[in-house]
């Protein structure tokens, strides 16, 4: 999904400016969001990546003028609504206009630390065939620009790089976000080189890597 999330290597974005001993949340409204998105986890409704997904389909200029747990919160607005767990005039009122719809599971207050935040939503899964690449390979990522998430940056499209790390079988998320199921595909960390990512005028000395998909690449 080429959509405004997809920022790396954009111009006129201005520096990242960091801010020191930054809170995590910088208003209580974000707590609530961030909770609120951490516990329809567990119900089931839906996965992580369909999570980014519904983040990045925001529109443009809504998403740019958005903060970090604003988009969160858009985000989880768009799947309540797509799942039925909401209505329009409900997020219009700002509260329930009828009874809830059942979830499969609810989040105890006592399983946050101890079965989300501190064991997270590990991806790993075994592999079906052998690796198709390996350390030092060369590979060309394929140029693509679905309509759909995808974790492939635009300014590593159609770029020649190195297998630098083997990271074994990993959810495959463009696949796991429209609901095709996990689709499990290996995992590999690409190196590039500063000049081929952004021609003859970049840092000779700069290097970036990537985490890319098997069926990303391409032997090179």
Do not use: C
């Amino acid at each position: 999904m080429n959509g405004a999330q997809d920022m790396g290597g954009q111009m006129g974005f201005g520096p990242v400016e960091e801010e020191p001993d930054e809170p995590v949340f910088h208003a209580e409204w974000e707590k609530r969001a961030f909770g609120l998105t951490l516990a329809m986890g567990p119900t089931g409704a839906w996965n992580g990546d369909m999570g980014r997904q519904a983040r990045e389909s925001l529109p443009p200029a809504e998403y740019l003028s958005s903060s970090y747990f604003a988009i969160w919160a858009k985000g989880l607005e768009k799947l309540l609504l797509q799942t039925g767990f909401v209505t329009d005039d409900e997020l219009r009122a700002g509260r329930s206009l009828a009874p809830g719809k059942p979830v499969k599971r609810v989040l105890k207050p006592d399983d946050v630390l101890r079965t989300f935040l501190d064991v997270g939503e590990p991806s790993n899964r075994p592999a079906e065939t052998p690796a198709r690449f390996a350390v030092g390979d060369h590979v060309i990522t394929r140029n693509i620009h679905p309509k759909t998430h995808t974790r492939l940056p635009r300014y590593a499209r159609a770029k020649r790089g190195v297998i630098e790390r083997v990271h074994g079988a990993h959810v495959f998320p463009d696949s796991n976000a429209q609901g095709h199921g996990e689709a499990p595909q290996w995992l590999y960390t690409v190196r590039f080189t500063g000049l081929e990512l952004w021609g003859d005028e970049a840092d000779s000395t700069l290097t970036t890597s990537i985490d890319a998909w098997e069926s990303y690449l391409e032997p090179g």
